[in-house]
């Protein structure tokens, strides 16, 4: 009852109500990341959700484009702007997936949408994280974000999947906060962004 009717209804109507209360916030970490990345404050990406159908995300920017001379990306940790970083750490460049939530993309809580090359790279039982729809927040982030490696990160989300309910997604919403406030799990130590998933980490 609670996964298949209740959860995309309080989804929609917390997503509604929040994207009207942080409207304020949400113009003003636009225009700040507008003149910090010399640009667009948005970054959107091709990611899977439900049943492993494609989707744009939507976060907020924290990385400017900088390129080397040979024309090629510079490190994520030199790309990554002091507004963007404080942005990151107050979790701030997420508030955008709340328009995904809204679309029906994603949900508030659920396993966080990964890149699609990942898809050929699960086993049986890590494909099962696209039987609900991803969301923005989920037990693997409260239990270690980007702190934890790629193997306890699946295994937190099939738990979650297999104990998804009104409880679990309240508790989730709980530690979420505690931490944000914290400022826990972020990235991984010495890099700006978590590894990349090659099928066995």
């Known amino acids: 009852m609670y996964q298949f009717f209740l959860k995309r209804a309080i989804d929609f109507l917390i997503a509604l109500i929040g994207l009207i209360l942080l409207a304020p916030v949400f113009i003003i970490v636009m225009v700040l990341l507008y003149f910090a990345n010399q640009g667009n404050p948005f970054f959107v990406q091709t990611r899977p959700g439900l049943n492993e159908k494609m989707?744009?995300?939507?976060?907020?920017?924290?990385?400017?484009?900088?390129?080397?001379e040979k024309g090629n990306y510079l490190p994520d940790s030199e790309r990554l702007t002091p507004v963007g970083s404080f942005i990151r750490?107050?979790?701030?460049?997420?508030?955008?997936?709340?328009i995904n939530v809204l679309k029906g993309d994603m949900a508030l809580i659920g396993p966080r949408p990964l890149l699609p090359q990942y898809l050929s790279l699960y086993n049986e039982s890590q494909k099962r994280r696209h039987n609900i729809r991803p969301g923005i927040t989920g037990w693997a982030q409260v239990n270690g974000?980007?702190?934890?490696?790629?193997t306890k990160k699946f295994e937190l989300d099939i738990w979650y999947i297999d104990h998804l309910s009104f409880a679990t997604d309240c508790k989730v919403v709980?530690?979420?906060?505690?931490?944000?406030?914290k400022k826990e799990g972020i990235n991984q130590v010495g890099q700006a962004t978590i590894e990349a998933f090659n099928g066995s980490n």
């Not at 989707?55 to 080397?68: H, Q, S």
């Not at 750490?89 to 709340?98: A, I, K, M, N």
């Not at 974000?145 to 790629?150: C, E």
């Not at 709980?174 to 406030?181: A, E, P, R």
């Open 89 to 98: 750490q107050t979790s701030l460049d997420e508030l955008p997936q709340l």
């Open 174 to 181: 709980i530690l979420t906060l505690k931490k944000v406030l």
């Open 55 to 68: 989707f744009n995300i939507i976060k907020f920017k924290t990385m400017n484009d900088k390129k080397d």
């Open 145 to 150: 974000r980007n702190a934890i490696s790629w």
